[in-house]
């Protein structure tokens, strides 16, 4: 069983930055390919980015797209997403979830097997 948590939410302005964290259990993170989801009220979970085990590709919805960068220190299991220039359209619950060994580019929560809690990110106008 493989426990995520994140960290890093809060409330910030229109047009500032930040950085939420994802922190995994066991010593196969390598193995993972890791995803960042968000949620806002009312609305369906939605896609953000991912990191890919074997080759470290990314991926980003275009609504995030050349505002949010997604890394990855193994060496920590962790996965972070830089979320710069932000709105609040943004505002959500954001989610990490891995999935072990997957190399595919299809980025639906339904290939992802494990899931953290989530953080709040709320942007005011």
């Known amino acids: 069983q493989v426990q995520l948590v994140e960290s890093g939410g809060g409330l910030v302005q229109a047009g500032e930055s930040l950085r939420i964290s994802c922190t995994a259990s066991?010593?196969?993170?390598?193995?993972?390919?890791m995803g960042w989801f968000r949620q806002a009220p009312g609305k369906e979970r939605e896609f953000v980015a991912a990191?890919?085990?074997?080759?470290?590709?990314?991926y980003f919805a275009d609504s995030v797209k050349g505002r949010f960068t997604i890394s990855r220190d193994n060496a920590k299991n962790t996965v972070n997403l830089q979320m710069n220039n932000l709105t609040p359209e943004d505002t959500a619950v954001y989610c990490c979830a891995a999935a072990p060994f997957y190399r595919g580019t299809d980025y639906s929560p339904r290939k992802f097997m494990y899931w953290g809690q989530g953080t709040q990110v709320t942007v005011s106008s």
């Open positions: 066991g010593r196969t993170f390598n193995t993972y390919t």
């Open positions: 990191s890919r085990w074997s080759d470290s590709y990314t």
